[in-house]
């Protein structure tokens, strides 16, 4: 069974209709550099709070510091986070001691042979990784949400060798998921911008709101290849 995360969710209507497609997790995203959806810790806490159970409504931070980290989750009421940014280790192993119920998703951005290494360090520390594409440094700092694919031979290959979970992210859509799933055969998939479309009618032009659609065909897809249908 391939798990699916729908992230970027805004607002309880766009939590309901991806618990209803048949999502099992739900990215809520704080402050963040880059992709759709960021929203504030109150609506977070308060889109959390109304997720029925056997869904996990999923905090993603870019902060580093585990304190700062367990005061935003405990705000947030969230019993899992992503961190989007790189945390030290030692930092993980104090947030911890700090909440020692919280889920630690580590995201490691898949740049290069390098990625295998750190989601080597990462995963005796994390209960998952998630395996996005970005760019950390520089600039143009993009922590997810970019709809941008990465070599999914290194994402194979981290999957292969792990220790925990590992979440497939990165430019996933209707039309390519069921060959990442073939290939990478990740415990499960995370989507944004691949599910979405602009409503430039609405009060906010340009804005990429949830797509019924697009979201019922990418859980079609998912199931599709869990159960060893034809690639895509």
């Known amino acids: 069974m391939i798990r699916i995360k729908i992230c970027c969710i805004e607002t309880a209507e766009e939590a309901a209709l991806a618990v209803r497609a048949g999502a099992s997790a739900l990215g809520l995203v704080s402050d963040m550099p880059s992709g759709p959806g960021v929203i504030g810790d109150r609506q977070i806490r308060e889109i959390a709070s109304r997720v029925p159970p056997f869904v996990v409504p999923v905090l993603l931070t870019r902060r580093t510091e585990a304190e700062a980290i367990a005061e935003q989750v405990v705000a947030c009421g969230i019993h899992a986070v992503q961190l989007c940014a790189p945390v030290e280790l030692a930092e993980l192993d104090r947030l911890h001691r700090r909440l020692p119920a919280l889920s630690?998703?580590?995201?490691v951005h898949v740049a290069g042979p390098e990625s295998l290494e750190e989601a080597r360090t990462l995963e005796g520390h994390v209960e998952a990784?998630?395996?996005?594409?970005g760019i950390r440094t520089g600039p143009d700092?993009?922590?997810g949400g970019t709809g941008r694919t990465h070599d999914w031979a290194?994402?194979?290959e981290i999957v292969r060798g792990a220790k925990v979970p590992v979440v497939l992210a990165g430019g996933l859509r209707p039309d390519n998921v069921a060959n990442a799933i073939h290939r990478v055969e990740p415990w499960a998939v995370?989507?944004?911008s691949g599910v979405r479309s602009r409503a430039d009618n609405d009060s906010l032009p340009g804005h990429l709101r949830l797509d019924e659609t697009k979201l019922r065909s990418f859980v079609h897809a998912v199931r599709t290849a869990a159960e060893g249908g034809p690639e895509c």
Do not use: E, M
């Open 129 to 133: 990784l998630l395996l996005d594409t």
């Open 190 to 192: 995370d989507v944004c």
């Open 141 to 143: 700092v993009q922590l």
């Open 104 to 107: 630690r998703i580590a995201v």
């Open 154 to 156: 290194i994402s194979q």
